[in-house]
């Protein structure tokens, strides 16, 4: 008996439609990076009519939420600490500008009570605010 082997065809595989899979893949995270916020702190800022711009130099992000919670770029700080976390930040990031990003519901006060102790640290202060609709 003579067994002979068949030859197999080769397979290939089409990568043609691929090309268009990693294309919509690309489309799709791109498009979801965008919405992702770099100010995770939820605010409802102040209105103003003239927007200013922010320097371009070294900044420290202060934010005050609606429940009195103090952040330092995104870190949590304790209200009794806040003037030794500020001091640290001017001295390691060698800033001259606070921006402080302020729930609009809080009271004058308390952006007076920052401004006293930017001053202190002889920091300029720009407030964050919303452009008017």
């Known amino acids: 008996m003579n067994f002979r082997k ?3 065809e ?6 043609g439609a691929l090309a268009d899979i990693l294309f919509f893949l690309l489309m799709f995270f791109l498009m979801i990076s965008t919405l ?10 102040p209105e103003t ?5 922010t320097p371009a130099n070294e ?7 609606e429940k009195l919670n103090y952040y330092i770029d995104d870190r949590l700080v304790d209200v009794a600490n806040l003037e030794t976390e500020l001091t640290n930040e001017v001295t390691t990031k060698k800033a001259v500008t606070l ?3 302020m729930d609009r ?7 007076t009570n920052i401004y006293d102790l930017a001053a202190k640290l002889k920091l300029s202060m720009v407030m964050a605010a919303e452009k008017k609709k």
Do not use: C, F, W, Y
Request: glycine share 0%; aromatic share 0%.
């Open 6 to 8: 068949r030859a197999r």
């Open 10 to 15: 080769a397979s290939e595989v089409e990568t």
């Open 36 to 45: 992702a916020s770099p100010d995770a702190i939820k605010l409802l800022l």
């Open 49 to 53: 009519a003239k927007p200013m711009p």
């Open 59 to 65: 900044v420290i992000r202060l934010t005050v939420d």
């Open 99 to 101: 921006v402080v990003r």
């Open 105 to 111: 519901n809080q009271t004058v006060q308390e952006l």
